[in-house]
């Protein structure tokens, strides 16, 4: 078919988290252990499974339209591409990762310029010499094909590694010593595609409702009935998300209050609500908020 959006989903450890995350943005992805080509509810997309590695190169030639990488990953290929949107969201957590310059805890080793002339090992290995030469300090850098944490001080003086919680660091003795780059994934496009019009459109409405699906994470929406008496009482109560819907009832000594608030506060925010007077209190969970 002409308009054919040929969309790139990352292979690994970030294909899970991607996959829930277009469910709840509404796409339904499905993969097959025995297929790199994923089916989705939507005959306008086409998916491939590519590795976040790879993925910005994919995209900057144009074998794919758009797809969803690291930014690490965008800078380690120097690759240019559109980033449609920033989406915050790892395999672990929330939080960007980090890519750590590290050493033996026992190491003499305290900062960059102390690297000069040693071996650092790395799978990000443009990212690091990049890295290096802002600091002026030459040293080797080869390329890591995996069990990274594993190889000082043995086979390397340092390494440069990605984390998110630090957790593997610590287990294996490893002393941070500088942040190299914060990272988080990014929904990219290629040029001429994204000059396309329909294209353009396709890809802008999926970065919409992605950012509407993350914009709703531990969100919930509550709904009540207040006396209208009570609803300065009641109103003081709630952090909204901006400020509550109110509307009438038919009985108009009552409205109804609608609103957005942190699933973590729900347990202690409904009993202050109803000792505030709020009656018929519904608490419902989000897919989307769309600012």
């Not at 990953?73 to 310059?101: H, M, Q, T, Y």
């Not at 040029?191 to 329909?198: E, K, N, Q, R, V």
């Not at 509307?247 to 957005?260: F, G, K, R």
Request: glycine content about 6%; proline content about 4%.
């Amino acid at each position: 078919m002409s308009n054919l959006l040929k969309l790139g989903i990352p292979a690994g450890s970030l294909q899970e988290a991607t996959s829930e995350l277009f469910r709840r943005a509404g796409y339904k992805i499905t993969t097959s252990s025995r297929s790199y080509y994923p089916t989705v509810d939507d005959e306008e997309i086409q998916c491939l499974l590519i590795r976040a590695q790879e993925m910005a190169r994919y995209v900057e030639q144009g074998a794919l339209d758009a797809g969803l990488t690291g930014y690490d990953w965008i800078v380690e290929n120097g690759a240019d591409v559109c980033e449609v949107a920033e989406l915050v969201f790892s395999k672990v957590s929330r939080r960007p990762v980090r890519w750590v310059l590290c050493v033996p805890e026992n190491s003499p080793i305290q900062n960059v310029q102390d690297l000069a002339g040693k071996r650092i090992a790395t799978e990000a290995v443009g990212l690091t010499t990049r890295y290096l030469q802002r600091h002026g300090v030459s040293a080797k850098v080869e390329f890591s094909w995996g069990a990274t944490e594993v190889k000082p001080p043995e086979l390397a003086d340092a390494i440069v590694e990605v984390t998110e919680t630090g957790s593997s660091l610590r287990a294996n003795n490893l002393r941070i010593i500088d942040e190299v780059l914060r990272s988080t994934t990014r929904f990219i496009a290629n040029h001429a595609a994204y000059a396309d019009p329909w294209k353009k459109q396709k890809i802008d409405d999926i970065a919409l409702m992605l950012r509407g699906a993350m914009a709703a994470e531990g969100k919930v929406g509550l709904m009540m009935n207040v006396p209208r008496e009570r609803l300065r009482q009641v109103l003081a109560l709630l952090p909204a998300l901006q400020q509550p819907t109110i509307s009438s009832l038919a009985d108009e000594q009552w409205v109804d209050v609608n609103t957005i608030v942190d699933e973590s506060v729900v347990r202690q925010i409904i009993p202050r609500l109803k000792a505030a007077g709020a009656r018929g209190i519904v608490e419902y969970p989000l897919n989307k908020v769309i600012e």
